[in-house]
């Protein structure tokens, strides 16, 4: 995020006074939010001094320290000799300070604090004695006035640029270094590159408050573009179509001076911008850079062969990099080469992020050659993340630069270059320029009323327009809009009108609640899932919502055997995290991470539930080719949705620990796997279907993640939806979970798909006495309880209400390969109390159908 100086900010824009409070509240309006107001943090007496004497002291403890006299002008001391306890000796005009740095001498001009005056931190400053000596305050150094991270000695004004001729004793050093500066810190979005420099928050001052702008851009260009140091762009592979670099200026500047200084108002201005002061050749490029938003860089002339070659790295090619780093390059990476060692042979720097360490201008550089360069945004941003290498180059570039810069960026700096360092400015330059014309858009004049909701006259319009700086002309109904040239981002009619609500004021859009239309509500599908999600959490269940990734690990850990539909996982391309790169293929998988977090953070009786999504590879379509038309049609979209991985809604809860806990009235009781199965029986109840269960052994079997043997596989219309049960031991310690955890997981939409159209009602209460009657059945133990449910319920011919297996029963007195079931059934007639005859017409039907269908005998 920029921050923006205010005093450099007025060179630009025509600010009147106005406070660094409004000044924000004005960029808010055009869409720059303030992110903070920071000032230096220095208040009270701080002053110029100049060193009249200097003392040094060898301590008891080894530390050399220094009593300084200085003349602070008005703040001297009033009186001679004896006006503190340690002043023995008669002094000139003066304040007595101790100082630890030794990087000065008597006669140099430096930056005292006076007792009542604070220092960012905050920190108070008071006289006190030490070392023997009465303090008045103290003697600077950067870091206590936050102008940077030097600590190592104090300031001398005269070593950072300051003339001895301009400076007096007491003068106000708040003033003199900036320190009074406000700065605004600002958030500026990714199609707002320009506003990276105070060029462009500058215009945007102007839009927002219709103060005079002074484009800092519009200095003439002197000399002649030619042959000046030879450039040549050979980007031949121009990735994804988009060109690397599309123009290239380069100028030199001779005879500069290596030691020259960056002068302090330079330096007050990069610190307050966030960045440091290096030396006066790199600090000239990015002043410029944060003045007009166009980064240069400057090389040692001497170092180069020419000619400068712009191309793509060879893959594993390496550079050397500005930061010290030696880096290997990878083939879309775009390269700045020169031609020692043979033609665009030695990379000299990546483009538009770093500069290479072979060419960097030295203490000993006396002929510069400026760069400033437009390049791909995209082609930047994917090479600044690949190499984790982010520069305040690569945030401007890759939010794309103004084109029509370079030269005069150039230009801008060879003239500081030349004012400050004494170089000369060769007249002839280069500029390689293959930079398209600006197309021109067309929109119907109306189209920003019709898009917003708001009138705009066409005189609103155009005037908008034209003052973010497009051409605009009328033709009849149809504007034709021609962006300028730092405004790459509009690219379409909706770009302009946003241009157009932005400028006649945001806060002037009126607020609108829409009406809701009657007639609608929930969804069939939307009402079931909340019917189930409601039912779970009655059962005692909690719900959760889960991330959907998962590592391979997990698919091992839940046992999926290798041919396993669920294997077919989606790989995400750009995962979140590298450990986890997967899409889920069951909520089960990610759901125990849920149970796994409350079990360690004490919990010990878990149950959670979630309704969501999973997803299988073997559902993704084929991708369709670009459709070709002015706009997108309904088949377009059902071929991209016929592309999209398989989404099929689901449900599922993981139970571990106890259901019941302990108390004095009884034992704790466990989940067990038939609670995971009572789980479904209330999803079912809820979506209004009946699930059939599997009575094939081998689906148990190999039912992953549960246990073979205490797992019941569901079905609807033949098709699995389902299972639920005990997962595997294995599973258990794989996963970190209680030995006897027990789950269950359901595809949530054939549920909803069969139970669509179904009156889901509450059933009456009768107002009939009920008949009840239990039967004992020995059946072979190969025929399921539910099923000869199923035959009980169906025999009643309507008369039978509810039967429920109560017990089970097997031993010597059955027989080998047998089993008792006793069925408790309910008898009802929604007309009148059944009669004797009619209880016992049913009890002979019900044994009867129990006898043909499985061979049952009534015990």
Known sequence: MPKIPLSWLAESVALDGASPEDIATSLAKVGLEEEGIHG???????????????????????????????????FNDPEGPGHKPDNKVDYPPSKGFVCGAHNFVEGDWVVVVLPGATLPGP??????????????????????????????????????????????????????????????????????????SIRGVAREYSHATGASFTDPASLSVTGAAGDGFPVLIEDHAPVRGNVGCDRFVARIVRGF???????????????????????????????????????LHAYDLGTLTAPIVVRRAVPAEEIETLDGTERVLHGEDLLITDSLGGHGARP??????????????????????LEAAHFD????????????????????????????????????????????????????????????????????????????GVEYSVAQVMDSLTQVGCQVERDGEVLIVTPPTWRADLESPINLVEEVARLQGFDALPSVLPVAPPGRGYTHSQIVRKSVARTLAEAGLTQVLTYPFISEQRLDDCLLPSDDVRRDVIRLANPISAEQPLLRTAIFETLVDAVRVNLGRGAQ???????????????????????????????????LNEAIPGQVRRVAGVMAGNKVAAGWDGHATPWKWTDALAMVEKVE?????????????????????????????????????????????????????????????????????????????????????????DFAFVVPSAVAA??????????????????????????????????????????RDADHTLSADEVLSVREAIIAAASEKFGALLR
């Not at 950067?142 to 001729?165: K, N, P, Q, Y």
């Not at 149950?607 to 559902?619: F, H, K, Q, S, W």
């Open 786 to 827: 539910g099923d000869l449910v199923s035959a009980v319920i169906e025999a009643g011919d309507g008369l039978v209400e509810d039967a429920r297996v109560f017990d089970v029963y097997t031993g010597e007195q059955i027989g080998s390969g047998l089993k008792s079931l006793a069925v408790n059934v309910k008898m």
């Open 685 to 773: 109840r809820a979506c209004g279907v009946v699930l059939e269960i599997s009575s094939e052994v081998g689906e148990r079997q190999s039912a992953a993640p549960f246990h073979p043997g205490r797992v019941a596989i569901y079905r609807l219309d033949g098709e699995i939806v389902g299972a639920a049960g005990e997962l595997h031991p294995k599973v258990c310690e794989n996963l970190g979970l209680p030995a006897r955890t027990v789950a269950f997981e359901l595809l949530l939409d054939p549920l909803i798909e069969e139970s669509d159209g179904v009156l889901m009602t509450a059933s009456p209460v009768s107002g009939q006495v009920l008949a009840k009657e």
């Open 40 to 74: 230096s943090g220095v208040e009270g007496p701080l002053v110029v001094g100049r060193v009249m004497s200097l003392v040094k002291e060898e301590q008891s403890n080894g530390k050399t320290i220094n009593y300084c006299r200085v003349d602070v002008g008005s």
């Open 257 to 295: 001076d290596p030691a020259a200084a960056s002068p302090g108002w330079m330096k007050q201005r990069l610190e307050g911008a966030g960045m440091r002061s290096i030396s006066l050749a790199v600090d000239v490029t990015n002043y410029v850079m944060l003045e007009l938003g166009q980064p």
């Open 123 to 196: 920190f108070p400053i008071s006289g006190r004695k030490t070392y023997g000596h009465w303090s008045d305050g103290m003697i600077c150094s950067s870091r206590e006035l936050g102008l940077g991270d030097d600590h190592s000695g104090i300031i001398v004004l005269t070593e950072m640029g300051f003339s001895a001729d301009d400076l007096t004793p007491g003068q106000d050093a708040i003033a003199l270094l900036g320190l009074d500066e406000k700065t605004i810190e600002i958030n500026v979005t990714p199609d707002r590159g320009y506003s990276f």
């Open 348 to 369: 000299i720097g990546i483009a538009g992020v770093m500069g290479g360490a072979l060419t960097e201008v030295s203490a000993s550089t006396t002929d510069v050659l």
């Open 377 to 452: 945004p995209i082609t930047i941003a994917r090479t600044a993340r690949r190499h984790k290498l982010g520069s305040e180059a690569s945030r401007r570039f890759e939010r794309a630069v103004d084109t029509s810069l370079p030269p005069v960026a150039v230009q801008r700096a060879a003239n500081l270059l030349a004012e400050l360092g004494g170089g000369a400015i060769e007249d002839v330059y280069t500029d390689v320029n293959d930079v398209p014309a600006v197309e021109a858009i067309e929109m119907d004049v109306d189209y920003p009323s019709r898009i917003v």
């Open 605 to 639: 009786d878990v149950a959670l539930y979630e309704t969501g999504r999973a997803y299988l590879g073997r559902l993704v379509g084929a991708i369709p080719a670009t459709y070709s038309g002015t706009s997108i049609t309904p088949d377009d979209v059902e071929a």
